[in-house]
């Protein structure tokens, strides 16, 4: 049997193509070796996004983005997390093998409490509950599916350490294997995604190319990427711009080299070096926003799909929730 691994798509707004080639990309990649399965945050989301209409469209905004990006629910499963009811039960019964002074040492609620604490003032402002506990919930998310892998970034390691804390926790109590402890798959060699001045592209920044703005808009905002003073003339190393960089994430091999060997000819402007990014970040990115497009035009076919991938989950859920629940007398 494969082993299963289990991503979470916490739901943000505005998906840009740094998040296409260093989170997305990569876990569509997982369905090649794993039993793969997706899930979008949205109770998760609620910590942070009290604007309903807000939420509601930002969960299919993912939803619709991760489909259009290759995602293939016919062989994965995807689902919300909002529609596995076991999920919240299995994170109050797993709150009962949590000591509080685990969530104090995680770094996001930490690191709220140290802001407020340097403004002087209620170290808890602003704080709710939901933060708090994220990481029980985010431990329900993995534990329900007796996921082996989860594949996260490096600021997520402590929270599947947490989850292996707590699980453990869990089995020492029973004296049995009753929850599967999962393992990070850290991913190390994503692509880093240069913005358009050239830190890490991210939404904090504003500094990002969405991922399925219509044509023109992609034309702008690559107008936009910021470039030095060299004239057309002068030789230019691609390697140290980010317009070279990211045409490599779009390129082949043999388009980078001939780039590459015309930027160290001198003769070609940062205006047309803009333009063969264009073309070529167009050519991948226009199937994938007429795919974007067409989900978003019809969102009860996308909640079927959705609603489809639940049917496919619940049972995994409720047979963990049982299990645990038997183990624990409550049965
Ligand atoms: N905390 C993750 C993030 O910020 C999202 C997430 C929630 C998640 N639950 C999860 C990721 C379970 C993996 C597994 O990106």
Redesign the pocket.
Known sequence: MKEVS?????PTGDLHIGNYFG?IKPALELAKTYDARY?I?DY?GLNTMKDPAELNSTIRHVAAGWLAAGLDPEKVILYR?SSIPEVFELTIMLTAFTSKGLMNRAHAYKAAVQENAEKGGDVDAGINMGLFT?PI???A??IIFD?DV????K??VQ??EM?QDIAQAVNANYGKPVLKIPRAGVQENTAVVPGLDGRKMSKSYGNTIPLFAPEKTLHKTIMRVVTNSQTVDEPKDPESSQIYLLYKLFATAEEQAALAARYRAGGMGWGEAKEELFRAANRDLAPMRERYDAIMADIPALDRILAQGAEKARPIAAATVKRFRKAAGID
């Open positions: 289990l991503t979470g798509i916490k989170a899930f945050a998760h997390q994220y919930l985010m431990a998310d993995i996921s989860v594949p996260v970034g600021d997520q929270h599947i989850a």
